[in-house]
């Protein structure tokens, strides 16, 4: 009974597939990978659309190497550092966004049903390479309201206020009328 | 007695690996981990443009996501069933995770890409792990 127990157990283990895994790292990467398709700019706001412009795309793929039912990758830790620095510096960018990794089996994958067979998977990475305006913004200048019409003169010292349209009284205004506390 | 030769047995080995080395190749049952959010969702040490300082951050959860295909068949004679399924939750949890708060990052720690081949099929998936912060901007326009 026993026997039959460790063969039963033994063939569970052998027949159960081999597979394969990896990491994804930039641990050397000089510019921002997202996956969205959100970025910040120096002052750890988000980057609007209007300042991102896509200049190329970043691809790259490899061959995704394991064993003895994945506890042993050959692989490890993938690196994309080099590529990703490479392929921004090349097409001009600043940044990588929308980077996508796509896992995908192949045919070695279904003939290693037993695991201790060294197995190899295919990992495809893409993304945009966008370039990012980085100047500061212009300065903040007074917002003008829409709605007020623009002075039709430079008023006179005697001229008495037109009725007309006053000016919102904002909390710019307030602290010269009231005190503290 | 003539000694035995190697040679057709190596050229055999060399033979099979030659033919067995395209198998190496191909995309089966692509598993696709991508994120449509508008916050980062951030690999590497950089987390903005124009070089600088880091940002500062607070740690504020933990996030996990996983994409996934299988692809199997079966055939009893009479009945054959494929079953192809894809599933990814990655831009879901990355929404669930950042809420639509523009302060929020997330901070991948982990992108797994993996793939098991069963006997009825294959099975490939990404995993990511990492964590979602909240960067203090230099504005301070945390809302």
Known sequence: MKTQLFVAVACAALSSACGVSSWVTAPESKVPISMSSGVRDQTGQLVPAARKQQVGKFAMDYKACSMLWRLISFTGDKDISEQVNKQVADAGGNAITNLSVESSGTVWTIMTLVGIFPDCGSVRIGGKIVKVDTAPPPPATPKATPSAPPPAAPPTPDAPATPAEPAPATKADAPATTTPG | ?143
Not at chain 2, 93 to 116: C, N, S
Request: aromatic letters at 4%.
């Open chain 2, 1 to 143: 007695m003539k000694p035995h030769s190697n040679a057709p047995a190596l050229l055999a080995i060399g033979a099979l690996a030659i033919s067995l080395l395209p198998s190496c190749f191909g995309h089966l049952t692509p598993a696709v981990a991508s994120a449509h959010i508008d916050a980062p969702m951030l690999l590497g040490p950089v987390d903005h443009v124009g070089g600088g300082a880091a940002l500062q951050t607070q740690p504020v959860r933990e996030f996990e996501s996983t994409s996934k295909h299988t692809f199997t068949h079966s055939d009893n004679g009479t009945i054959t069933v494929d079953a192809d399924m894809r599933e990814s939750n990655v831009s879901q949890e990355a929404a669930y995770a950042t809420r639509g708060d523009r302060q929020l990052d997330i901070r991948l720690t982990e992108i797994k890409p993996q793939a098991v081949g069963v006997w009825t099929g294959i099975k490939a998936r990404v995993d990511l792990e990492g964590q979602v912060v909240r960067v203090k901007s230099a504005e301070g326009a945390s809302k």
